[in-house]
């Protein structure tokens, strides 16, 4: 296993240099992650055209997979509808958790990057909370929800 | 020096490695560097066999049988307890509890002792306490209405002893205080502690978890009423630990789990409970586990406590200093007095992703909050990496460290 399967250059890019990072205000609905074991945290700002996500932004601390992760996400959903995200994040998920001999699922684009996670179950939480947080805060549009990996 | 003393002979650590099979196996096609004995050691061959011979030749339930096996089982059982009592230089083994560990040590007294706490007592504790020296006293403080009060600490990750002394008042019951940090490596000055505690008329628990497979352990010379550790820090199994406590206050205390072995009689309308340690051990206790741990306590005086105290405190000043040469690399913890545990940061480098790379490179540390968040706020980081040496660390497992750290730049550089 080489490092550079899990630490890919988008990976190193996105960590170093977050797209879509901040706050949006006003926001239609937000969402705050929270990894205690790790203590990654993540907020989420989205604004809504129906059920389209129009504009995302994430705030937070955390590792480079988790960040990275976050920042791959914001540039993925917008422009999706909720349908669709659902989609996408069953196949990230898919893609975290499958064993290492499966394909890589399709349709990931650039979140493929991600794929080399698989090979350490102890970092899927790290590349997965801003999936869920994402989720909490698609559940509870209008306000504002705290999801927990544990 | 004097013409009496003679100087150590060499510690030979190359010697001490072949007893731990674990260190011979690879991690990802790497030699493995385990620098993680602070949250558990390996075993060493003798404990290994010392439990297998046990299961395979002495295996009864212990104070029950009249059979003959059953009593082998007893007699290596209680042989092991007077290990441990010898160990610490206990008066009695009537203050030898067996337990499952430091956590459950320490929660037997929160419960049982903590029956006593009224509301407006107050119990302290330190900044730098591992969670299992928190949460059991907040726990005991909701029961009871006492309060918890907390010394701080410094940068450098010292204890303030001035605000000890004016933390500590007649309304102070019990200062339970860590001897040695297990995220910071500290080694608390516990002598001054209890000095000030016993003459303040308050009882003190000291948790030994870091201490005991690090530096020698007197508990009368000490002067502590709870000494609290566990079996798998001092190269023993896992679920198995000791609470040590001074029979006068252990005469007073109540049962906190009730079952087998902790009664004298049972009927419906009134039980008696068992003498002392037995009257804290309600259930079949872990023999295989007490049969381990007398034959670590025996592997570590073997090769003598304050020779691998003075090998441990070397490596700590050689990877200090090669750590510290590393750019961008910030020692967590930087007391005078430290045992072998070495918590950093490295700028630019997530502990979580260095965890990862080094694990890529064999060397296994630990990365996280250590189970001491309050200390992770102190000093404002969501997490560090921590190395930690043992008896059979060398020079060679610091180096893959630096080397890995080296790998981690490159990767983030």
Avoid at chain 2, 9 to 30: C, Q
Avoid at chain 2, 181 to 209: C, K, M, Y
Avoid at chain 2, 338 to 358: M, N, R, Y
């Amino acid at each position: 296993m080489d490092l550079k399967d899990l630490y890919r250059d988008v990976i190193l890019d996105h960590n170093k240099n977050p797209r879509n990072f901040g706050k949006l205000e006003p926001c239609d609905t937000s969402a705050d992650g929270h990894n205690p074991l790790c203590g990654d945290r993540l907020t989420l700002t989205l604004r809504l055209e129906g059920d389209t996500v129009s504009d995302v932004r994430f705030e937070g601390k955390g590792c480079a997979i988790s960040t990275a992760s976050a920042s791959l996400m914001t540039e993925a959903i917008k422009g999706l509808d909720e349908r669709a995200i659902t989609a996408l994040s069953d196949v990230v998920h898919r893609t975290l958790t499958s064993s290492t001999e499966a394909a890589v699922p399709e349709g990931l684009g650039k979140l493929a990057a991600l794929s080399g996670v698989r090979e350490y179950p102890a970092r899927v939480k790290c590349a997965s909370l801003c999936w869920h947080t994402l989720a909490a805060a698609l559940a509870h549009r209008g306000g504002s929800a705290a999801v927990s990996t544990e | 020096m004097s013409l009496t003393e003679q100087p150590l002979p060499v510690y030979d650590v190359e010697r001490v490695r072949r007893d731990f099979p674990i260190l011979a196996t690879t991690v990802r096609g790497k030699r493995l560097a385990f620098l993680d004995t602070a949250a558990s050691s390996q075993r060493p061959a003798p404990v290994i066999e010392a439990i297998v011979h046990y299961e395979r030749h002495l295996h009864a339930n212990v104070h029950r049988g009249v059979y003959e096996l059953s009593q082998k089982a007893t007699d290596a059982f209680e042989a092991a307890r007077e290990r441990v009592r010898g160990f610490l230089n206990a008066r009695s083994t009537r203050e030898v509890i067996f337990t499952r560990g430091t956590t459950e040590s320490i929660n037997l007294v929160a419960q049982s002792w903590g029956r006593s706490l009224r509301p407006g007592d107050e119990i302290l504790i330190s900044w730098m306490e591992h969670h299992a020296n928190i949460v059991p006293w907040q726990m005991a403080c909701e029961r009871s209405g006492a309060v918890l009060r907390v010394i701080p600490i410094d940068r450098r990750g010292e204890l303030d002893l001035a605000a000890f002394h004016r933390l500590l008042s007649p309304k102070t019951r019990l200062v339970a205080i860590t001897q040695i940090s297990n995220s910071l490596g500290t080694v608390v000055p516990i002598d001054e502690i209890i000095t000030a505690a016993r003459r303040n008329g308050s009882l003190v628990l000291v948790d030994g978890a870091q201490a005991v497979a690090h530096q020698r352990v007197d508990v009368q010379a000490l002067d502590c009423d709870f000494y609290a550790f566990s079996s798998h820090k001092l190269y023993g199994p896992t679920g198995m630990g000791v609470l040590w406590a001074r029979e006068s206050v252990l005469a007073g205390m109540p049962p906190w789990q009730g079952g087998g072995d902790m009664i004298r009689t049972v009927s419906f309308e009134k039980t008696t409970y068992n003498e002392l340690p037995y009257r804290f051990e309600a259930g079949t206790p872990n023999i295989s586990g007490a049969v381990g741990l007398a034959a670590a306590i025996d592997y570590l005086e073997s090769l003598g406590i304050d020779r691998v105290h003075a090998h441990e405190q070397a490596l700590l000043r050689y990877a200090t200093d090669a750590l510290r040469a590393i750019p961008g690399l910030q020692i967590i913890g930087e007391a005078a007095n430290k045992a072998g545990v070495i918590s950093f940061t490295l700028e630019q480098v997530h502990p979580h992703d260095l965890g990862t790379i080094l694990d890529t490179e064999g060397v296994a540390v630990r990365a996280g909050h250590h189970c001491a968040m309050p200390v992770m706020d102190f000093f404002g980081v969501p997490a560090t990496a921590r190395a930690s040496f043992g008896c059979y660390t060398n020079r060679e497992d610091v180096d893959q460290l630096i080397g890995a750290l080296h790998r981690a730049l490159e990767v983030f550089g």
